[in-house]
């Protein structure tokens, strides 16, 4: 069965200080797709990307940075230089295949808090 | 953009009440999701529709059940609530289907639901 695991609970950094949220997951599919989601305090969930197991290249968005390791089943999450808008809980998910459709596999999500 | 709406926002119900969370989108997607998150285990799905007029039972299916009225609506019903049903729910579309995994949901804004 697919897992995903976010190892870190909870993270406390102050302002400025960059950040690696973990993400290991399990799956025995050879292709599959690794998401990771933004909860902020308001609760809705928001997509931040989306990486096939394909596209081991890493990723920059601005501020935001993934490092996908195939060889180590990870798909960590960096933010630089955080700020206080940057506070939330963070769910890193996996793709699997249903009967029917497709399932998101959720990790139990880091809650990240920066302090100003 | 509506996206997807899902109401009500907020509900409170007495250990066997019944009730139905209504959920809708407008993105012409195949895929509709019904998800419960509860503290430190992320989401947890638990009924799916793959399309119009298919249903079938996620992770968590027990005390629930589910309707796709329309390609744009998919109600989750509680038929006799219990305190275990606790949670927050959210609903999640996606275009995707048994061959395309690579497609992000969309979520809802949430349901708080508390059943005392």
């Known amino acids: 069965a697919q897992k995903v695991t976010q190892a870190q609970t909870e993270i406390s950094v102050v302002e400025k200080e960059d950040v690696t949220l973990d993400c290991v997951y399990e799956?025995?599919?050879?292709?599959?797709?690794l998401f990771w989601y933004k909860q902020p305090p308001s609760g809705e969930l928001v997509f931040l990307i989306r990486?096939?197991?394909?596209?081991?290249q890493n990723e920059i968005s601005g501020r935001y940075s993934w490092n996908f390791q195939k060889s180590t089943s990870s798909f960590n999450f960096t933010i630089t230089a955080s700020q206080v808008v940057d506070s939330a809980v963070y769910f890193c998910?996996?793709?699997?295949?249903?009967?029917?459709?497709?399932?998101?596999?959720f990790g139990p999500g880091t809650r990240l808090s920066v302090l100003p | 953009n509506a996206g997807v709406t899902q109401t009500p926002k907020f509900q409170v119900l007495k250990t066997g009440q019944s009730m139905t969370l209504q959920c809708a989108q407008d993105?012409?997607?195949?895929?509709m999701y019904w998800y419960r998150q509860d503290p430190g285990m992320g989401l947890r799905l638990i009924y799916y529709?793959?399309?119009?007029?298919?249903?079938d039972k996620g992770e968590v299916p027990n005390g629930y059940n589910v309707s796709r009225l329309n390609k744009r609506e998919f109600s989750l019903r509680l038929e006799s609530a219990a305190p275990s049903q606790t949670s927050v729910y959210f609903c999640?579309?996606?275009?995707?289907?048994?061959?395309?995994?690579?497609?992000?949901?969309?979520f809802g804004q949430g349901t708080r639901l508390t059943v005392v």
């Open positions: 999640a579309s996606s275009e995707a289907d048994r061959v395309s995994l690579n497609t992000e949901a969309f």
């Open positions: 799956t025995r599919d050879t292709t599959y797709y």
């Open positions: 990486r096939n197991s394909f596209d081991e």
């Open positions: 998910a996996l793709s699997e295949a249903l009967n029917y459709g497709q399932n998101f596999v």
């Open positions: 993105m012409n997607h195949n895929s």
């Open positions: 529709s793959a399309s119009e007029g298919t249903t």
